[in-house]
């Protein structure tokens, strides 16, 4: 499958997108770029793709996954607590569709600041 890269500057994280309907339709919106924002120990912002909400959407996810937020419409890479997390776990403000793997770290977008430029594109 494809892998995009997510490019912030001063640090880049690529992904290879699943083979999903969510995936097909962020790759066909690229190139893109949005100002990212923060929600604890997550990174979301804004991307011009409108996909429903797939059947094994979850609000729960593992450092690593990338997700789409149908909610948003964001891409949403959560790597640690968030507000509503209960214990250790990586929740998400609702339901998300999970579209890609994370190829790097994605703890060291812990750096990333709200308003920071973020570019995505197929590599």
Do not use: C, H
Not at 9 to 24: F, I, N, R, S
Not at 81 to 109: C, Y
């Amino acid at each position: 499958m494809a892998k995009i890269r997510f490019d912030f500057g001063t640090q880049t994280l690529d992904a290879e997108l699943l083979d999903t309907p969510t995936a097909k339709a962020i790759a066909a919106a690229l190139p893109s770029s949005a100002s990212a924002m923060t929600w604890g120990d997550e990174v979301y912002f804004n991307i011009p793709v409108r996909v429903a909400r797939e059947k094994d959407a979850r609000d729960v996810v593992t450092a690593g996954e990338i997700a789409y937020w149908p909610d948003g419409p964001a891409i949403a890479i959560g790597f640690g607590r968030t507000p509503v997390s209960r214990g250790d776990e990586i929740r998400l403000a609702s339901p998300v569709n999970i579209f890609a793997k994370a190829l790097g770290d994605v703890k060291a977008l812990k750096s990333v600041k709200a308003g920071t430029k973020v570019s995505v594109k197929l590599i």
